[in-house]
C-alpha cells in the first residue's frame, strides 16, 4: 500500500479499493470509461487561454495572472502538482503585483475535466494560500465536482506511475 502515495490522504478502505483495481488491472479501464479523451489544450499559450476563461467566469476579481504556463521540473508528489507564484515587483515607480501559475507538465496529456481541476486548484491559490476552509470553499465555487475530481486525478496520476500513459 505504501505505493499510492497520491492517495495518502484517503481513508485505507479507498485505497484498499485502489489497490485491487490495481491488482486486477481494471483502474486504467475505470478512467477510460471516466475520461475517454485526452484535452487539447497542449501549448502554453492554449493552457494561458483556458485559465483565463476559468477565471473570468468566477474569480473575476481575483489578481490578474501574467503567465500560465506547462513546467517540466515540477515533479508530482503529494500535493505539488502545480505551482503559483505571487510576484511583486517595481515597475514605473509602482509596486506591481503579478501572478504566474505553472501546471506540471504530466497534465498536458489528460482529461479536461481533471486539467480544469488542477487550474482551479492554483487559481483558488491567488486569494489564499493554505490548504484550508477557505481555499476549498473556493475551489468548489469554481468546480462543483472538485473533490470528485481531485480524487480522480491522484488516481489518474497513481494509473501513470504503475501502467504508464493512458492515453
Ligand atoms: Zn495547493
Redo the contacts with the bound molecule.
Keep these: 500500500m505504501d505505493s499510492l502515495n497520491y492517495l495518502a490522504g484517503y481513508p485505507e478502505s479507498i485505497r484498499q479499493q485502489v489497490a485491487t483495481l490495481i491488482k486486477q488491472e481494471t483502474l486504467g479501464k475505470l478512467l477510460l470509461s471516466r475520461y475517454p479523451v485526452p484535452h487539447g489544450y497542449t501549448t502554453d499559450k492554449m493552457l494561458y487561454q483556458f485559465a483565463s476563461g476559468l477565471k473570468n467566469e468566477s474569480m473575476k476579481n481575483a489578481q490578474q495572472v501574467s503567465k500560465v504556463c506547462y513546467d517540466n521540473k515540477i515533479q508530482v508528489i503529494k500535493?505539488a502538482l502545480g505551482t503559483h507564484t505571487a510576484i511583486s515587483r517595481i515597475q514605473g515607480g509602482k509596486l506591481k503585483a503579478k501572478a504566474e501559475i505553472r501546471i506540471a507538465n504530466v497534465f498536458k496529456l489528460s482529461a479536461e475535466p481533471l486539467l480544469r481541476m488542477i487550474v482551479v486548484?492554483e487559481l483558488a491559490?491567488l486569494k489564499e494560500k493554505d490548504?484550508n476552509k477557505t481555499f476549498y470553499n473556493l475551489c468548489c465555487h469554481m468546480e462543483p465536482n472538485y473533490h470528485q475530481l481531485e480524487f480522480d486525478t491522484r488516481l489518474y496520476l497513481t494509473y501513470l506511475d504503475k501502467f504508464g500513459p493512458l492515453y
Excluded: Q
Design positions: 500535493h486548484h491559490h490548504h
